[in-house]
């Protein structure tokens, strides 16, 4: 019910926008939460934006760099990555949080209930 897509490739500096579609779920009653698990360490959340109002949370280690937003009308949540270094390579997720019509969300991904199958992002010279 979630699919990810944009991933690829980049030199460090570069930018990529990840796009996150979902089918058979109104986007406007779930949070949703981009993570990624990068070779040997563990998943981390990344950022997440409310069902409404656009409330969102970036980690510090993407702050200033990444912008996570939505739109609704076209089920669709998006994370633009500029500045991407080394250490951003990973398998990005996006995730699905049931918090309807509230205008928080929480990056603990015990909360989420679907997940997509996630995006290669690689940052090499």
């Known amino acids: 019910q979630l699919v990810e897509s944009g991933g690829g490739s980049v030199q460090p500096g570069g930018s990529l926008r990840l796009s996150c579609v979902a089918s058979r779920l109104p986007l406007d009653h779930y949070a949703i939460g981009w993570f990624r698990q990068a070779p040997g360490k563990e998943r981390e959340g990344i950022s997440c934006i409310s069902s409404v109002d656009s409330v969102t949370y970036y980690v510090g280690s993407v702050r200033g760099r990444f912008t996570i937003s939505r739109d609704n009308a076209k089920n669709t949540v998006y994370l633009q990555m500029n500045d991407l270094k080394p250490d951003d390579t990973a398998i990005y997720y996006c995730?699905?949080?049931?918090?309807?019509?509230?205008?928080?969300?929480?990056?603990?991904?015990?909360?989420?209930?679907?997940w997509g199958q996630g995006a290669q992002v690689t940052v090499s010279s």
């Open positions: 995730a699905a949080d049931y918090l309807p019509l509230q205008g928080l969300c929480r990056m603990n991904e015990r909360n989420y209930i679907y």
